[in-house]
């Protein structure tokens, strides 16, 4: 069965640093373009970023441009999220998912499969 499973979520201090990891199993990785999204408790999901298939492309939301940085080793079916300089408002369940078709996009539609979540906590 298709499946994407988040790791590497936790709590951590504000201005701390944490690497989230979206493996894949069930299909091949390395065809498809991967976006991370977030969940705030009470708000709806938000687009964080997108890589494309091959890695050469990436794209990021203006909340964590310049903090978080996406990536992905296809020889192990995995994408990243490293996120540095981490604030409160970084408290999310974060999520990855694949996209269906087209370019990287930050809105739901085109992404088909999705991962259960990790939890992130940015508190002193």
């Known amino acids: 069965q298709l499946q994407l499973v988040e790791s590497g979520g936790g709590l951590v201090q504000p201005g701390g640093s944490l690497r989230l990891s979206c493996a894949a199993s069930g299909f091949t990785l390395d065809y498809y373009a991967i976006g991370w999204f977030r969940q705030a408790p009470g708000k709806e999901r938000e687009g964080v970023s997108c890589?494309?298939?091959?890695?050469?492309?990436?794209m990021y939301a203006g909340s964590v441009k310049g903090r978080f940085t996406i990536s992905r080793d296809n020889t192990k079916n995995t994408v990243f999220l490293q996120m540095n300089s981490l604030r409160p408002e970084d408290t999310a369940v974060y999520y990855c998912a694949r996209l269906k078709f087209g370019r990287c996009l930050l809105s739901e539609s085109p992404y088909d499969y999705w991962g259960q979540g990790t939890q992130v906590t940015v508190s002193s």
């Open positions: 890589i494309s298939s091959s890695g050469m492309y990436t």
